[in-house]
Structures are given as C-alpha cells and as structure tokens.
C-alpha cells in the first residue's frame, strides 16, 4: 500500500471521529436547551442526549486517539473491498442531500413520513433494487421506531400533516 494511500485512509478514518465529537457536542448543548418538568427522582429529557452526546465525545476522541498513534482498520482478508478505489462523491453526496432534505422537512413533514422517505433514499442510493425489501424495510423501521418512542418512552416525534390521523 502506497504513502499516498496510508494517509488518505487516515485522513478518512479521522474525519468521521472529529464528526462524532461535534455531533456529541451539539447533543449536550441542545439537551440542556430541554425544558425539564418538575420531577423528583425520575429521569428528564435531558439524560438522553447527555448520555448519548458524553458517549459521542468520549468515542469520536477514542477513535481519533486511536488512527493518531497509527492503529488502522485492516480489511479482513474474505472482505471483498477494493482499498485502492476511490471514493464515489455523487452518492456521498446524494446522501448529504437526503439528510440535509430530512433535517428541512422532518418538523412540518413529520417523522413517519419524512423517515421513510430517508431509508427508501438511502437504500435506493446504496443500491438495494428490490422492491419488496426496500419497501419492507422503509416502512417497518420508521413505524417499530415510532411505536417505541411514542408509546414506550414517551419520547415526543413531530406528527406533521399525520397530526389529525395519529
């Protein structure tokens, strides 16, 4: 393996932990933004996404500490991989148009159906071609997610135009 492509792979393996540090670092911010009842004793909605942004920094530092000392994801040698392809912008960038589209329409569009719209997106652009897959899959993980959000944890998800119906 080149030079050339030793530092690009690291340069592609530190990214995403920098993205994770910064994710985790807008969760704690926005979660103290939460406005909490007044409880005694039980969880707010602020532990989530303390718990989950504290969990997102202490990985995204993990894994940058981790690719900084030299310590690389090998691929395994039955892992059909090309590590000297490049990569493929238009569908990353197609991905960044569908989570940034989600984000824009997930309030006044609501979860459900801007979820769905998400993982057909998704799948489609990482090329599932099945129908019946694709369709199954679209549809079921956004409804299991919303059921056990809604229902079980009592974790509000905007309804949009579902508002009257759900």
């Known amino acids: 393996m080149s030079q050339a492509t030793t530092d690009r792979r690291g340069l592609t393996e530190i990214l995403p932990a920098g993205l994770l ?13 939460l406005r909490t009842p007044p409880t005694e004793g039980a969880i707010g909605p602020r532990f989530f996404p303390y718990v989950v942004g504290v969990a997102l920094v202490v990985v995204g530092i993990w894994l940058a500490v981790a690719v900084w000392r030299g310590d690389r994801a090998e ?3 039955g892992e059909d991989v090309d590590t000297e392809a490049t990569t493929h912008w238009g569908t990353l ?14 309030d006044p569009v609501g979860y459900l159906l801007s979820t769905i719209g998400l993982f057909a997106g998704t799948a489609y652009t990482l090329g599932a071609r099945n129908p019946r897959s694709l369709v199954a899959v679209s549809l079921l993980a956004p409804f299991v997610t919303f059921i056990v959000f809604t229902r079980l944890l009592g ?3 905007p309804n949009g135009i579902l508002q009257a119906v759900i």
């Open 21 to 33: 540090v910064l994710v985790g670092i807008y969760m704690i911010v926005d979660g103290h933004s």
């Open 93 to 106: 960038a197609a991905l960044a148009g569908l989570m940034v589209l989600y984000v824009l329409i997930l």
């Open 75 to 77: 691929p395994e040698a």
């Open 155 to 157: 974790v509000y998800l």
